[in-house]
């Protein structure tokens, strides 16, 4: 029996772990492309997720067929527009600030988005279905298909991204604007077309992060709290200089998420996980995969 | 002119004395013929708790250049230390409130000698994490806090007089802030106030001339949280009540806003700041049409931030004091640019 | 007599060799050159002594008329006390201080007010504040800046800034000044002025300057000595006049130049 517990958080971690994953990489993508370490990742994902929600809600009042379905891909279209609008609106005229300045600006962010949220749609808590319902027993083993379906989106999506920026020439375009945007921008790289796309990409990021973590926490403006802050440990012990490094981070919190809030405690899951961070920094201060900047005087 | 450059000169913030004994004017005029709703007291009470956070906050990113993102937490364990003598101890107002600072700050340098060995993205993110620990410390350690059902407190008493007239209590906190604008000013006028500032502009340059970074920024932490816990312990004894969720990221987000917003490095700017933190709430709640708008004071201080970094890197009261003030009151011999802005130019 | 003596210096980078079995000595009370073409590695030199890059293996002694230590004993922000200065190759002033903070800031370790006597002003405070703005004002006396004690840093005309770096390591009272390109940015006239200045920094207050400089007409007028690298390794040592007509110098910069 203790070993089919243990199997079970370790898919349950796999599960968060690899949303955690894809909200990291959002965040280190953008930050690696234009400096700014937004901090409104986890407000922005709320906010496509109570688009989501309305839309599911509203097509199943209509009576569509496939409510989820709708609600799906209208998530994907909104979460594009709104990472567009807001790179658009609040980040390109900032770009002159300094790098504190550009911070402080997804903090305000943070305060916009959710105060909009709550205006929008309340403060209440939704229901939210799973992609995928019912469960799989095999041998006392309780499996959701769910499970299965995120880590599955979520390597689809790795996979398209990581393919893109290895392969295609706006991949190259990318890689390049991260390694110094002036040179890029000199060679010929549109980098304000770079910029505006890596803001749509992790925009949807975390909007999937947030549609495949709702069932769990519910639809509400606190919802992405926790996995804000855990996709940021993330990215902080895979290392903000690589890009598979927020990846394997995430998988590895997510899982030991799971394991110490089955076996120590929940009330104290997050902060015994960020205690290990902090450990872990001291030895490794720049996380697992990253590396220390050289210092030009 | 010469006059007033003499005057500047001699006194340097008699700017801050002529403003605070102006409104402890007020304060007593008021007192005598009751100008002011006890609505308005309380929101008094609170731009100037608040603006002693603001100007601790202002301390660690305004003059330092560091970023934290618990400092709530510091704030919160301020209130609560506050909380706890005066209930089981019965001490003395201003033992209290010198310990409700020592304590915060004990812990901000502990926390600080491992913290401040990263760079500011991680410092802010290990900070994110350090407030969040410290906000669930606050609902489970219920021997210490009563977790929810949170704790009620007296206002203070000197010398045998009870301070229970929120009037009463507004002008001691006046008091306090003034002293804390004194020190401030001696603070960041000195040797170890230009090293931080020499921190926050060049970390190699300043290195060089024999400022150790980990010494100059352990101090800035140090001394925020002090000012920050004096805070928590003045919200404590305002309130009558201290609650756990009160200590969230969102205060966090409160002080950066209010220091952003009002200018960073600026005493009159953590002023300003608080401030308008307080009073947007209040402003939008007696708007006809945004007060029907759930938490609009959010949307309008993120804007308001966002703008600022935009058009006023300076903040709002350096802005205008670079711009009307100074100008007229010191003429050519004030010590102009020692601000810090947030253009692109001032990375180091 | 040398007040600096590099020895066996060697740094790399991930494999690439940056500075290779370095040796040279600075005569005390010299103004002493480090040349080279783009890339030589001057600028690594520069910050391993000052303890901003830690070295592969070598020694850096340094003397100051008394003692002799090793500067791979100190930490970066410890040099300065034992008296090694320096300045940057791009400008690393104070950009949001005045121009007067700057000079204070300079002065950093040798002004001894403590936390206590700054933040309650207590007796000790004036007078130690007094002294060292008093000094602050006659370096900037010195170096033509004065009249902008309270400009900020970063509104100062580059050739300005570049001064104003100097004054503000002349505020350590230095034995040593190390400068990084000091003339870079710097019009004709300007040059010119730093030329002098320079000379009589030295002989003055005798202080001895160590300088990376591009410029060569600067270096030739000015140094007593000159060490001349190419891919980390010294190719020739001596005077302007023998750095002028040696062959392997002249080579390293043609060469460097059909690149």
């Known amino acids: 029996m203790g070993r089919i517990i243990f199997i079970q958080n370790i898919i349950g971690g796999l599960e968060t772990g690899s949303l955690y994953a894809l909200a990291a990489l959002g965040v280190v993508l953008i930050y690696r492309v234009s400096d700014v370490t937004n901090f409104a990742q986890g407000e922005m994902a709320m906010f496509s997720t109570f688009v989501t929600f309305t839309v599911w809600t509203y097509s199943r009042a209509a009576g569509y067929s496939y409510p989820y379905l709708i609600a799906f891909f209208s998530a994907l279209i909104f979460s594009a527009v709104f990472g567009y609008l807001i790179e658009r609106v609040f980040i390109r005229p900032t770009t002159e600030s300094s790098l504190l300045g550009k911070m402080i600006v997804t903090f305000g962010l943070i305060l916009i988005v959710n105060g909009s949220a709550s205006a929008i749609f309340g403060t209440d808590s939704h229901y939210l279905q799973r992609a995928v319902g019912g469960t799989i027993i095999i041998s006392n083993l309780v499996i959701r298909p769910h499970s299965f379906f995120v880590i599955f989106l979520a390597l689809v999506i790795m996979g398209v991204l990581f393919y893109m920026i290895k392969y295609t020439m706006f991949g190259v375009a990318i890689r390049a604007t991260a390694q110094d945007r002036e040179t890029a921008r000199l060679m010929g790289v549109n980098t304000i077309k770079v910029t505006a796309f890596t803001w749509i990409m992790a925009t949807i990021m975390g909007a999937m992060a947030g549609l495949m973590i709702a069932p769990a926490t519910n639809v509400s403006t606190g919802m992405m709290a926790d996995v804000h802050l855990k996709s940021f440990i993330a990215a902080v012990l895979g290392g903000f200089t690589s890009f598979v490094g927020p990846v394997i981070g995430g998988l590895i919190i997510g899982v030991m998420d799971n394991l110490v809030g089955y076996y120590i405690s929940t009330n104290w899951q997050t902060v015994i996980v960020y205690g290990i961070l902090i450990l872990i920094l001291i030895f490794k201060p720049y996380g697992l995969f990253g590396t220390r900047p050289q210092k030009k005087v | 002119m010469m006059f007033q450059d003499k005057l500047i000169n001699s006194h340097p913030y008699i700017k801050y004395i002529i403003v605070t004994a102006v409104f402890f004017l007020v304060l007593l005029i008021d007192l005598q013929f009751i100008i002011f709703t006890s609505r308005t007291i309380n929101l008094l009470i609170r731009v100037v708790y608040f603006g002693i956070m603001a100007l601790g906050f202002n301390m660690l990113l305004g003059y330092a250049g560091q970023i934290s993102l618990g400092h709530a937490a510091y704030m919160g364990l301020g209130a609560y230390l506050t909380a706890y003598f005066s209930n089981h101890m019965g001490w003395n107002f201003m033992i209290i409130l010198l310990l409700s600072g020592l304590i915060p700050m004990a812990l901000g340098i502990i926390l600080g000698l491992v913290a401040l060995r990263m760079e500011r993205l991680y410092l802010a993110i290990a900070t994110l994490g350090l407030g969040v620990t410290g906000q669930m410390i606050f609902q489970e350690w219920r021997a210490f806090t009563r977790g929810f059902s949170g704790i009620r407190l007296e206002r203070p008493e000197i010398l045998g007089f009870a301070f229970n007239n929120s009037r009463h209590f507004l002008m001691l906190i006046t008091v306090i802030l003034l002293l804390v604008i004194i020190l401030t000013y001696n603070f960041s006028r000195s040797r170890t106030g230009r090293a931080l500032s020499a921190m926050r502009d060049s970390e190699y340059a300043s290195q060089s001339l024999g400022i150790s970074l980990f010494k100059y920024k352990l101090l800035a932490f140090a001394a925020s949280s002090f000012y920050v816990g004096i805070a928590g312990s003045l919200y404590a004894y305002a309130e009558r009540y201290v609650h756990p969720s009160t200590w969230g990221v969102e205060l966090s987000l409160d002080m950066l806003a209010m220091v952003v917003i009002g200018g960073l490095a600026s005493i009159g700017g953590s002023l300003v700041g608080a401030g308008f933190l307080v009073l947007v709430p209040r402003l939008t709640a007696a708007t006809p049409v945004l007060a029907d708008i759930t938490n609009m004071n959010y949307i309008l201080t993120g804007l308001a931030m966002i703008l600022v970094i935009k058009y006023m890197p300076y903040g709002i009261y350096t802005t205008i004091d670079l711009k009307l003030i100074q100008p007229y009151l010191m003429g050519r011999s004030g010590e102009n640019f020692r601000y810090q802005d947030l253009k692109k130019e001032s990375d180091s | ?259």
């Open chain 3, 1 to 259: 007599m040398s007040v600096l003596k590099i020895e066996a210096l060697r740094k790399t980078f991930g494999g690439l060799v940056a500075v290779d079995d370095l040796n040279f000595a600075v005569p005390r009370g010299s103004i002493y050159g480090l040349i080279g073409p783009n890339g030589a590695g001057k600028t690594t030199v520069f910050n391993i002594i000052t303890r901003f890059y830690q070295p592969d293996s070598g020694r850096i002694l340094f003397h100051d008329g008394q003692e002799k230590v090793d500067l791979l004993d100190y930490r970066v922000h410890e040099i300065i006390k034992l008296g090694v200065a320096r300045t940057f190759q791009n400008v690393e002033l104070f950009n949001n201080m005045t121009v007067m903070e700057n000079m204070l800031a300079g002065g950093h370790t040798a002004l001894e007010t403590n936390f206590f006597q700054e933040v309650f002003r207590l007796p000790g405070f004036g007078k130690k504040e007094k002294e060292a703005r008093r000094k602050a004002r006659e370096v900037l006396d010195f170096l033509n800046l004065s009249g902008r004690e309270n400009q900020r840093a970063s509104a100062q005309a580059y050739g300005m800034q570049k001064l104003l770096e100097l004054g503000r390591i002349l505020m350590t009272d230095p034995e040593i000044m190390l400068l990084d390109e000091p003339s870079a940015g710097m019009n004709n006239r300007e040059t010119g002025h730093l030329a002098s200045l320079l000379k009589s920094i030295q002989q003055e207050f005798e202080i001895t300057i160590f300088l990376v400089e591009h410029d060569m007409s600067l270096v030739m007028n000015i140094c007593d000595r000159i060490t001349a690298i190419n891919f980390g390794r010294k190719i020739f040592e001596g005077s302007p006049e023998e750095i002028q007509s040696s062959e392997a110098v002249q080579e390293a910069y043609l060469g460097s130049e059909d690149e």
